[in-house]
């Protein structure tokens, strides 16, 4: 009778998790330390003196005991979009919000940044110093989970616009840095499926995806989601001969539905990551989708 209540009660936890219609508020930026609740930026001992720096959140929940009490978080790591003024788009790290979106604000959550060629600051358009962007992930996906009991083997990445293609071009970038992650979220965009003049990397587009192909093959049957403001038909015909890499997931996101009157107080533009801060089919879809991969063992 006592395990029958039990269940109840848990089964009754779950439902208010990943049913809840609440509309999301993106926390504030905070000065100072690390902290529940709190979005703060983070310089790395190894670029003390620089502006480049990441921006870090810690749960509700969180507590700097952690360790003694056996406590652990999933981790959600974004790469935010360029800066676009017509989406609204800054492309600083301060200005992203997906992750928090998609993790209900349960997770940690870190946005990292694209350091630029001087190594001085971070970049707001494209990939800065790629090498750099990647030895930055590597050393401090581990680090937040090391010094903020982040658990390694759930560590998500996702990303927005020009994030959405690092999901793969940076974050596949290697064998190390694709260890990282436990699945992959990209919203508009995605590696390989259009070419990109006026950059080194993404032109042609026959040579930009050889090089995406094998990004591809690194995702070794992790789960993948997709969305697309509107349709992802044409990301789905891209994958079409490589659909054995990965356990794809596509969900369209009807932009103009969700939100009926563009502009509002949440966004200026349908290219945005801010959809997942308000109820929507979609939405919901996502939060059973990252449900799901946790509880999948790695």
Not at 154 to 165: M, P, T, Y
Not at 171 to 185: K, N
Not at 208 to 230: E, F, H, M, T, W
Not at 238 to 254: C, E, Q, R, S, W
Request: proline share 5%.
């Amino acid at each position: 009778m006592i395990r029958l209540y039990l269940l109840f009660i848990l089964s009754g936890i779950l439902a208010i998790t990943y049913s809840d219609k609440k509309d999301l508020q993106l926390p504030p930026l905070e000065i100072g330390f690390a902290s529940p609740g709190k979005r703060v930026a983070i310089v790395p001992p190894e670029y003390e003196g620089t502006g480049v720096h990441h921006m870090l959140y810690l749960p509700n929940d969180w507590e700097p005991n952690w360790k003694e009490n056996r406590r652990s978080w999933p981790v959600i790591i974004e790469y935010t979009g360029n800066r676009f003024s017509t989406s609204g788009s800054t492309g600083e790290v301060e200005g992203a919000a997906l992750g928090y979106g998609l993790s209900d604000g349960k997770f940690i959550w870190a946005v990292l940044p694209f350091v630029a060629e001087d190594h001085k600051h971070n970049e707001v358009t494209w990939w800065g110093d790629e090498q750099a962007t990647v030895e930055y992930a590597k050393r401090n996906v581990p680090r937040i989970c090391k010094e903020y009991g982040g658990d390694s083997t759930h560590v998500f990445l996702c990303g927005f616009s020009r994030g959405a293609i690092a999901v793969n071009y940076i974050g596949l970038f290697d064998d190390d840095i694709a260890r990282l992650w436990c699945g992959f979220i990209a919203h508009d965009h995605y590696d390989g499926v259009r070419e990109w003049r006026g950059t080194a990397w993404g032109s042609p587009l026959a040579d930009y995806r050889d090089s995406a192909i094998q990004r591809l093959k690194r995702l070794k049957g992790r789960p993948v989601l997709i969305c697309q403001n509107g349709v992802t038909q044409n990301v789905n015909d891209y994958l079409a001969d490589y659909k054995n890499l990965a356990k794809f997931t596509f969900i369209d996101v009807p932009i103009k539905e969700i939100f009926p009157q563009i502009p509002n107080a949440l966004i200026v533009h349908p290219h945005t990551d801010r959809w997942m801060f308000v109820d929507s089919k979609e939405r919901r879809q996502v939060w059973k989708w990252m449900e799901n991969v946790q509880k999948r063992k790695n």
